[in-house]
């Protein structure tokens, strides 16, 4: 389905979705480059939501958070050296330790609350804001005032 978006009709009933349009644009862009490395979950109760990515044998020191115009970027540039295990021991590397990058496409209204790594898990806490203009409320109907007749 192709969408006109010069059709007057449509411009009519949406209006200030440029933004939406820009976010579909960059996502249509980045899902090539996207991966299922590293595994994630997105969790959510109420208005909060966590964002669990599991990045095993990396430290805190190893993950780059990154907010910018919306997108939440969670990054790992990989091993420093090519012989990072040589000197370990290790006969078998089942762990993965290639470098990622996972993108989160934030809503304006989601705000980040923090990070922490916790058994191999970086959790990344997020809250949805409703300001108050936008919380349901109830519009009062009123009734015309009656004319005199003169």
Do not use: C, W
């Amino acid at each position: 389905m192709i969408l006109n978006f010069t059709d007057p009709f449509f411009t009519t009933r949406v209006l200030g979705f440029e933004p939406l349009f820009d976010r579909l644009q960059r996502l249509s862009e980045t899902s090539d480059r996207s991966s299922g490395y590293p595994p994630y979950n997105i969790r959510k109760d109420g208005n909060h939501f966590a964002i669990e990515v599991a990045v095993a044998g990396l430290s805190k020191e190893d993950i780059q958070i990154e907010l910018s115009d919306s997108v939440l970027s969670v990054s790992y540039d990989g091993p420093k050296t090519e012989t990072a295990n040589e000197g370990s021991g290790v006969v078998y590397q089942g762990i993965a330790q290639r470098a990622f990058k996972q993108q989160f496409t934030l809503a304006e209204d989601v705000v980040v609350q923090g990070a922490e790594l916790v058994n191999g898990l970086l959790i990344v806490n997020l809250e949805k804001i409703i300001p108050e203009e936008k919380k349901a409320r109830m519009i009062e109907i009123k009734t015309p005032k009656k004319l005199s007749s003169k």
